[in-house]
């Protein structure tokens, strides 16, 4: 392979197995019935611990959150919602706030008509807020959707160890026919 242009290292191939390990953090687990993935536990608990800080934050009644901090708690949320599609819906309330800062926008993030943001406007001219060097805010507020989209999260999440997923159906021993006819006339004929 070398030869032929395509770099080939003997250190990055190990011997063929059902339990083949980590890549880019999913885990495939080839050795039950039905294949399944997951995460691993570190990103399980990390991202757990996020959301837990969030909800700590907010119940505190300190309502402001690092910006950074909240983007790494959603950044790491969409790669766990790559595994785990349920919980992707919720990851919305995140990038509103973080995304609130911005013209044409109320306090949660959505997007304002013109009469809207001009009120809008009026309000946020009294509170000045700290910038970062990008322009950015460094703190963001904590707002009630996004408490509740953390609590929806974390019963999701709730379990200590990452649950596996199905790759495929489970409908093993299910036998179909599909039927496909791809002549001008359309008719096919199954027995």
């Keep these: 392979m070398n030869s032929i242009g395509y770099q080939a290292d003997g250190r990055k191939y190990w011997q063929p197995s059902v339990r083949p390990g980590v890549w880019s953090g999913i885990i495939i687990h080839t050795y039950t019935p039905c294949p399944r993935k997951s995460i691993t536990s570190k990103k399980w608990a990390k991202f757990r611990k996020g959301l837990q800080g969030i909800r700590d934050l907010a119940f505190d009644h300190n309502r402001f959150i690092l910006t950074a901090n909240l983007g790494s ?10 595994v785990y599609p349920w919980g992707r819906c919720y990851l919305k309330s995140f990038f509103n706030i973080l995304e609130a800062w911005r013209w044409g926008r109320d306090v949660d993030g959505w997007h304002l008509t013109d009469v809207m943001s001009e009120v809008v406007k009026l309000d946020r001219e009294d509170e000045p807020a700290v910038k ?3 322009g950015d805010p460094i703190t963001t507020r904590i707002t009630g959707e996004l408490i509740e989209h953390v609590n929806g999260l974390l019963q999701l999440f709730k379990s200590e160890l990452p649950l596996m997923v199905p790759l495929r159906s489970t409908d093993a021993h299910k036998l179909r026919y599909i ?3 791809v002549s001008a006339e359309g008719f096919s004929i199954v027995t």
């Design 132 to 134: 970062s060097e990008k």
């Design 73 to 82: 708690v959603a950044g790491l949320g969409v790669n766990v919602t790559e």
């Design 179 to 181: 039927v496909a006819d």
